[in-house]
């Protein structure tokens, strides 16, 4: 019994732990589903998944505290050392508590703050996803893993501050985020795979356990560098603090969340993640304390000169990452710790501090300091938690900003580097403190005091509805209670998160607030009585608007160089492409073709000789069916210049050449295939030969002189001359392709492999795959991961073409037509037309028997299931099922035209997409929640009365994911294009020009 007990609570530990992840994606998709006047339940979701995650999370305090870590590993590319990891300590711990936490209050709040004209299941759709994002960049045990989930946070990031894509703003700011903090994830990549390689592993137990090693190794500099890009980037470090500022666009909910606890707090996240391995180098120390000095200093100034209230925190927030960044730099333990107390601390008031903002803008309808004035009279509720919460981001006593900031100023005194930073770091942390003082007053006095301008604003100010405000309480009660009781709150919290950090035993600290008359003391009352008085001499000039922009760093406009700069380079890529490309077909295969031949020719320069196997027997009969696929493919550049569909005929009998070549070799899997994308390639070449211009015949000549016909006499000479050495040109760049390859294949088989992979796929298929058929087992089972990478390019290729030409879809029309009729072909009969005309009639149209066409497709279905049951063991699988049946289809599309068949069959090809991708991934994920590998095969043994003892594959259902995507993919395409011959068929039966 205890025994079960136990075994139960660890699969709850363990099932907890990946919910943290998982639940807010699962939410996240159930709310975009949900009607959009259901607003309700769209927050009563969010709000419970946060919650829930939430209290999940806090559960782990007991073994947090310990010092214990639970890690949950699934097995995914063991040999490349990925495989998704979640692990769990104090640090991470902490921060899921923010993230979760943080995401209920928001979720509460932005149920009362969102406007009901607004799409909101699809912002708790973005919210959530958002927050599985982040939970997933905060307990992730793989470094590869990470940067997928920091990734991910970019997107969904955008998402969020383009919420309102109506607004322009919103738009540009969206996309400088994106832009900004992606190329940081980029550089964020590189640099973990250096690490990667320096360790030896990507597993971050194994990495944290390695600092010495990666600080001495010769790649060291390189890793700081690019892991840096990638956090200064996200937490808006100087010269990357632009794009903060335009990303408070957004919704105030998204910029409460993101850019107080999350998002932005990603960057620092990560420092701190790696602060045993990367710290305590003088490199490290000089970026990461250079770039946080420069940031907390220069966002600290331009805070007070903001004339939007956002602006202000959002410049604050800038000065306090910097501040947090800073600490981080110094190399102290101590610093640290004050690095992750400063992280709670700033998530609590500036959280508040936002939600307040967005309470006045809510209520009043604007948030333009020059216009709001004297509100605590009528919102004094909320006038009085905006002053705690300013008072705490000032750094007043008894609130939990000054504790962290008295931390601040400590190791700012005590740092031992060269004399002159000495110096320079306790001035410039005092600076810094005036700075926050000065804003803070200015965020307070200028709103809540002076005279009363409510009757001048948009909309009479009252105080908010109380569950709205009811966040804001909680945060400004945590800034307090944390304020006055330190240690009873906080000491053993912030030992248990700061712990990770420092990599080892933690330094002395104590949370008490009296501890005597000090340095860091005295140097707290200069920052506070400097910032009144900075604020004193600004505050008349301000309210004057003698400052158009911020002094000093005016000309430092980050948005206005990240513009000019991104125009610049699409301007240079436009350019470059002008250049080098060509919008003519043939120009660009010959650059292709020969780019090729020449990277393949300098490969093999030192000649590719034949090994001591035995050249193949030569046989009389393969040698004259390559005669006659040689001959067909010579025909068809012939027949090309004036009959295209002779030329599509002779291309298919080259083709087919090719399938009786693989069935000779005994790969008739190979052979099935090619034949049936044979077929369908030539219905898609037939759809798109309308397209191509027309042959226009030479029209007689009206009497001209003789000088003006010897003119033309020489330029057709010319043109002749040109053309035949154009010829020439493809001609013998096709033979150095062709006859290349031919001997580069030639070479390989006359060639001993005493390793061959095909002997472990042969030994393998049986006993581990449970199939016969090598090659059906290798793409479902041995590499079915690259096979489920083809589906997923073939199903965006398939909704890219959809994408593309559904602009030009005609208007639906209904059409009743007798099912047992002669039936003309308007889809496939223009292009038979225009392919061997050079006119405008549409004389021979094709008449088919459409009710024979429609008994073949129950046929064709039946062949389709044959070849997808047989492909584990014989010759098939469900591509080639899925090109059988997608063909079918297709020929009621030619005979019945196009809108009958989707009047009458309802395929819904996109739907097709969905499912197979959707099943193919769900049986790869089905072998993960029995701790296998992705893609995994299991087999199971039924006994079927009547039928008797079946086995059936876990690969069979992955291959019912790849035939339905198939199916759907071609018929979209396919259908796609047919759109346009339909439409091509109306302006041609109009008289229309083509």
């Not at 008031?349 to 300091?369: C, N, P, Q, W, Y």
Request: hydrophobic share 55%; charged share 10%.
């Amino acid at each position: 019994m205890a025994n079960q007990v136990t075994n139960y609570l660890y699969f709850f530990q363990q099932f907890g732990l990946i919910s943290l992840v998982a639940l807010p994606f699962l939410a996240s998709l159930i709310a975009a589903l949900l009607p959009s006047n259901a607003r309700n339940a769209e927050s009563t979701l969010a709000g419970a998944v946060a919650l829930f995650c939430f209290l999940q999370a806090a559960s782990y305090f007991p073994e947090m505290a310990a010092g214990g870590v639970i890690r949950q590993e699934f097995i995914w590319l063991p040999s490349l050392g990925l495989n998704f990891v979640l692990r769990l300590d104090g640090f991470a711990w902490m921060f899921s508590l923010l993230v979760l936490g943080m995401g209920a209050l928001v979720v509460l709040y932005a149920r009362y703050y969102m406007s009901p004209s607004d799409p909101v299941p699809r912002f708790f759709s973005f919210l959530l996803a958002f927050m599985g994002a982040m939970s997933g960049v905060v307990i992730s045990g793989n470094l590869v893993q990470l940067v997928l989930f920091w990734e991910l946070t970019s997107l969904f990031s955008f998402l969020l501050i383009g919420y309102w894509h109506h607004r322009r703003d919103a738009r540009r700011g969206a996309r400088m985020a994106l832009t900004v903090t992606g190329a940081g994830g980029l550089c964020l990549l590189a640099g973990v795979l250096v690490l990667g390689h320096i360790v030896g592993s990507y597993e971050l137990d194994a990495v944290l356990a390695s600092g010495e090693l990666v600080r001495a190794h010769p790649l060291y500099l390189s890793a700081l560098v690019l892991v840096l890009l990638g956090a200064l980037t996200k937490s808006a470090q100087f010269p990357f603090h632009f794009w903060l500022p335009n990303a408070m666009a957004a919704p105030t909910p998204v910029s409460a969340y993101l850019h107080s606890a999350t998002m932005v707090k990603a960057g620092v996240f990560l420092l701190a993640r790696l602060w045993p391995v990367l710290a305590g180098s003088d490199q490290w120390f000089w970026i990461v304390t250079g770039a946080g000095l420069i940031t907390l200093l220069m966002g600290g100034f331009a805070a007070i000169f903001q004339q939007d209230l956002k602006g202000v925190l959002a410049y604050s927030t800038i000065s306090h990452l910097g501040l947090i960044t800073t600490l981080l730099g110094l190399n102290s333990p101590l610093a640290a710790v004050a690095a992750v107390f400063h992280i709670m601390n700033h998530a609590t008031f500036k959280a508040s501090l936002f939600m307040a903002v967005g309470i006045i803008d809510h209520e009043t309808g604007t948030r333009d300091i020059r216009r709001l004035s004297g509100l605590r009279r009528s919102m004094p509720i909320t006038a009085t938690l905006a002053m705690v919460a300013s008072a705490a981001m000032a750094g007043v006593p008894l609130l939990n900003g000054f504790i962290s900031k008295e931390m601040f100023f400590s190791e700012a005194v005590f740092v031992n580097s060269v004399p002159w930073f000495d110096l320079l770091l306790p001035a410039a942390a005092v600076l810094a403190g005036m700075f926050s003082v000065a804003y803070s007053l200015r965020f307070c006095v200028d709103v809540f005091f002076g005279p009363d301008t409510s009757a001048e604003l948009p909309r009479m100010p009252h105080e908010p509805p109380h569950w709205m405000r009811v966040p804001v309480e909680l945060l400004v009660l945590a800034c307090l209670v944390v304020g006055t009781l330190p240690q009873w709150t906080m000491q053993t919290l912030l030992e248990t998160a700061a712990a990770p950090v420092v990599g080892g035993a933690l330094p002395d600290f104590d949370l008490a607030l009296w501890h005597g008359f000090n340095t860091p003391l005295l140097m707290s009352l200069v920052a506070l009585a400097g910032g009144i008085a900075m604020y004193g001499l600004l505050r008349g000039p301000l309210a004057r608007e003698q400052f158009a922009r911020t002094p000093l760093l005016g000309r430092l406009h980050g948005k206005r160089l990240f513009q000019t700069g991104l125009a610049r380079l699409t301007g240079a890529s436009r350019t470059t492409l002008r250049l080098l490309s060509t919008r003519r077909l043939q120009t660009q295969l010959l650059l292709l073709i020969g780019l090729v031949v020449v990277a393949a020719g300098l490969a093999g320069q030192g000649g590719i000789g034949l090994g001591e196997r035995a050249p193949l027997p030569f046989s009389p009969g393969f040698t004259l069916l390559w005669l006659i696929g040689g001959a067909a493919a010579l025909a068809c550049t012939r027949a090309a210049k004036y009959q295209r569909l002779t030329a599509l005929a002779l291309m298919a009998v080259a083709g087919l050449c090719t399938v009786i070549t693989f069935a000779l070799f005994s790969a008739p899997d190979l052979a099935l295939t090619q034949l049936s994308v044979e077929t369908v390639t030539t219905v898609l070449i037939l759809l798109g030969l309308r397209w191509l211009p027309k042959r226009i015949e030479a029209l007689e000549a009206p009497e001209a002189s003789g000088e003006i016909l010897l003119e033309q006499d020489r330029r057709h000479t010319r043109q002749r001359t040109r053309k035949k050495a154009r010829r020439l040109r493809d001609l013998a760049l096709a033979l150095c392709a062709g006859g290349g390859m031919s001997w580069l294949s030639f070479a390989m088989m006359t060639r001993e492999f005493p390793h061959s992979i095909s002997t472990f796929f042969l030994e393998r298929a049986l006993p581990e795959g449970f199939g016969t058929n090598v090659v059906n087992v290798m793409l479902v089972d041995f590499r079915g991961l690259d096979t489920l990478g083809e589906i997923t390019v073939l199903g965006i290729v398939a909704l890219t073409v959809y994408a593309l030409l559904r602009r030009f879809r005609p208007a639906p029309e209904s059409i009743s037509l007798p099912t047992q009729q002669l039936l003309l072909a308007p889809d496939i009969a223009t292009d038979l037309v225009h392919a061997n005309t050079a006119t405008d009639t549409a004389s021979g149209y094709l008449l088919v028997p459409a009710v024979l066409v429609r008994l073949l497709l129950p046929v064709a279905l039946v062949i389709a299931v044959h070849l997808f049951m047989r492909g584990h063991n014989q010759p098939g699988g469900g591509f080639v099922a899925g090109l059988v049946l997608s063909t079918a289809f297709i020929l009621q599309y030619i005979v019945s035209g196009t809108q009958w068949v989707e009047a009458h069959l309802r395929l819904r090809p996109q739907r097709w997409i969905a499912m197979g991708l959707l099943t193919a991934c769900s049986t790869g994920l089905g072998s993960l929640l029995f701790g296998y590998p992705f893609l995994t095969t299991h087999t199971s043994h039924f006994y079927l009365p009547i039928v008797g003892e079946i086995h059936i594959a876990s690969a069979l259902f992955y291959d019912i994911g790849v035939f339905t995507l198939v199916v759907g993919a071609t018929l979209l395409i396919l259908t796609a294009l047919g759109h346009q011959s339909v439409r091509g068929h109306k302006r041609l039966a109009t008289g229309s020009k083509s």
